[in-house]
């Protein structure tokens, strides 16, 4: 009997037949695929002929076909449905990759391969995207240790090990405790909160199996509680739970992990001869240094903090006309924010919410990114691996561009958060290969028979991931590699977050922004306050971001800190954070920088490439219309479809003509002077 997972997948448009995986399929194809891919290796590095970029790189780039596959498939499970055996399974796999990985990068033959091409690489006659998967290669060699001897190599390979295992714990505990948590709501506590919160506790409460409504720890439905319910002992209650992930004492405590984490990573850096980590990291960023981050950042502080504290004042005497004798805290922020948007905007969210339909947003979406770049949308009726589950194929002229699949519902077996990956990435070398993309999302599900509504930040997210799944289906290079959002990590989010204009543009509002009772459009006073209310509370949003930012640039600065909650409270207290408002990902928590390397040092990007959002955007302002032509053609040639083929600033000021400063983030944020 084959294995489902290594079988030639005669589906449509070789879409995974996850109809026919189980779970018990996954770690002998695990370690089938493992074996083939060294074997792979193997022959590349003994091959008797002279490196060539044929026979070195490109094989190198062709090969681990088998692996890819077993791991698309079982990484998108383990993240959005998971269960107790694909947990198992992620703490066994996590080492073996981390093994694996080391294998390759210390397979001296096929490094020697690699730097006889990179020493002769003028010489090579190579195209442009060529030459730059070669530097790439190389330089990933390099920054693995492939360079190091003896004991230092293999401590290199023990802290990699180390560092997997213990991303995958970081996850797993704080899945458990998101999973774990919960607050049955009485009748009478839902008094004062709207029938979307209402709707969304009940059905929480059912999916858990509880006798009535519910209060989880998913973002989608505690956020609006915070948001409405006048109780201020059950925010509280609430609140703090959310605030604890990960630090609750016992087995799922990530605090000593981090400091683990932290401890690793600085010795990984110095191994290679770096000062820090956040040195090793940033090298290979378009930010290049932690003294470039550190001055962004500074730079939209002192605007952010200053609004925020003028914000916090106005609700501190609300909360005592309330008859409050108390300071503002955490969980009265939002609670007093939403009365202060109705004072001032005069918009509430449950107002504004009966025309955020999910579906509608998601048409919305699709919309745009047809008349930008003729992109065309159809209904793909596919096994999937969670009902909820929806799939697309995307045409383009008629000829076949990628495969879309969308996860929005939020449930217990998912991580928290939003995330946009590649089950297959674009190339044309060594064969070629269409995109399969999926966005993952944590909307509140409505109980059956009611539409789906989102709120007004669901929407942006949902904008959001789709602009990084434009970054993956536009992509148009030779090679793998450098497909898609394969990109700096500072200049990765540039996409996603261009993408959030354009839900704001009012023709696209007025056409899909349309009541899920009566089918009517947004009326133009309430558009009208939408886009007027666009920077309301952005003093809260842009301080709880940048204190998340510049705790995780301190953390690999420098020595690492014995302890983590020590040091995140040292940071804060220098800034001068705002007595009501926490970082927006406290450290026990704070998997951005903890489960993975991958925005370690780097949680400050989201702003970096904000820079450039704001920026880009003004381009197609100036050209007179959100999807001129010209500038959307620009921006898909110049951007979305080079991937990582060329250097993020060259590609950006291909596009622009220059590099931007902050002025434009700061007033697209409503903070400028």
């Known amino acids: 009997m084959t294995n489902p997972l290594l079988d030639d997948w005669e589906t449509p448009f070789r879409i995974a037949p996850f109809g026919r995986i ?87 033959a096929l490094f ?41 190599a293999e401590r290199m390979k023990e802290v990699k090990s180390r560092l997997a295992v213990l991303g995958t714990e970081f996850t797993q505990n704080l899945l458990k405790d998101e999973a774990d948590w919960f607050m049955p709501l009485a009748e009478e506590d839902l008094d004062g909160l709207p029938e979307f ?38 925010r509280e209650k609430a609140f703090r739970a959310w605030a604890a992930r990960g630090e609750n004492g016992g087995e799922t405590d990530n605090r000593g992990i981090a400091a683990e984490v932290l401890a690793l990573r600085e010795e990984r850096a110095k191994l290679l001869g770096y000062e820090d980590f956040a040195h090793f990291k940033l090298e290979t960023e378009m930010a290049g240094t932690p003294e470039r981050v550190r001055d962004l950042l500074m730079q939209v502080w002192a605007p952010a903090r200053t609004q925020a504290l003028r914000d916090a004042e106005e609700m501190a005497e609300m909360l005592r006309a309330d008859g409050i004798n108390d300071a503002l805290q955490p969980w009265d922020w939002r609670y007093y924010a939403e009365k202060r948007r109705k004072a001032l905007h005069d918009l509430d969210e449950t107002e504004l919410k009966p025309y955020l339909q999910l579906d509608k947003m998601i048409e919305a979406a699709f919309t745009c990114s047809s008349r930008l770049f003729g992109l065309v949308f159809a209904p793909l009726d596919v096994p999937l691996y969670h009902p909820d589950c929806r799939a697309w194929e995307v045409t383009r002229d008629g000829k076949h561009v990628a495969v879309f699949i969308g996860d929005y ?13 590649a089950m297959r990435s674009q190339a044309k070398r060594p064969r070629v290969e269409t995109p399969v993309v999926i966005n993952v ?46 990109v700096a990590r500072d200049f990765v989010e540039l996409p996603s977050q261009l993408y959030e204009h354009w839900l704001e543009v009012p023709e696209v509002l007025e056409e899909f922004a349309t009541h899920a009772e009566t089918g009517e459009p947004m009326p133009k006073a309430l558009l009208d306050k939408v886009l007027a209310a666009a920077t309301f509370d952005m003093g809260f949003q842009t301080v709880e971001y940048v204190a998340s930012a510049l705790v995780d640039l301190e953390f690999h600065s420098g020595a690492a800190p014995a302890d983590p909650m020590a040091k995140q409270a040292e940071v804060l207290e220098s800034i001068g954070m705002p007595a009501a408002i926490t970082m927006r990902h406290a450290t026990p928590h704070f998997a951005h920088v903890f489960s993975g390397d991958g925005y370690s040092s780097g949680y400050y990007s989201y702003m970096w490439s904000e820079v450039m959002d704001a920026d ?58």
């Open 197 to 234: 919160v209402v709707d969304a506790a009940r059905s929480a409460g059912e999916a858990l199996e509880q006798d009535g409504p519910v209060v989880t720890l998913s973002r989608s439905l505690i956020v609006p509680f915070l948001q409405f319910s006048p109780r201020r002992d059950l």
């Open 409 to 421: 519902f939020a449930r217990a077996s998912k991580r928290s958060g939003a995330w946009c990956s």
């Open 22 to 108: 189980s779970d018990a399929d996954f770690a002998p194809a695990f370690e089938l695929a493992l074996t083939k891919h060294l074997d792979e290796i193997e022959a590349i590095a003994a091959n008797a002929a002279a490196p060539s970029f044929a026979n070195t790189i490109e094989a190198m780039e062709g090969a681990g076909e088998a692996l890819d596959k077993v791991l698309s498939v079982f990484f998108s499970v383990a993240g959005a449905d998971s269960n107790a055996e694909r947990q198992a399974l992620q703490r066994a796999f996590s080492p073996k990759l981390a093994a694996h990985s080391s294998a390759i990068y210390a397979n001296k």
């Open 616 to 673: 880009a955007f003004a381009a197609f302002e100036e050209a007179g219309s959100a999807f001129d032509p010209a500038t959307a053609q620009k921006l898909e040639a110049f951007i979305l479809s080079k991937g990582g083929s060329r250097e993020a600033e060259e590609l950006y000021t291909a596009f622009r003509g220059r590099m931007p400063g902050v002025e434009a983030l700061l007033k697209g944020r409503g903070l400028a002077a």
């Open 112 to 152: 020697a391969r690699i730097a006889d091409l990179w020493e002769r690489r003028d010489a090579l006659g190579l195209s442009e995207e060529e030459a730059r998967v070669l530097y790439l290669t190389h330089r990933g060699f390099v920054r693995a240790g492939a360079g190091l001897e003896g004991a230092e």
């Open 441 to 486: 999302c944590n909307f509140a599900k409505p109980p059956a028979g009611k539409p789906a509504l989102l709120s007004y930040d669901d929407a942006r997210t949902l904008f959001h991931e789709f602009g990084h799944a434009l970054h993956q289906m536009l992509s148009d290079v030779e090679f793998g590699s450098v497909s898609g959002t394969s």
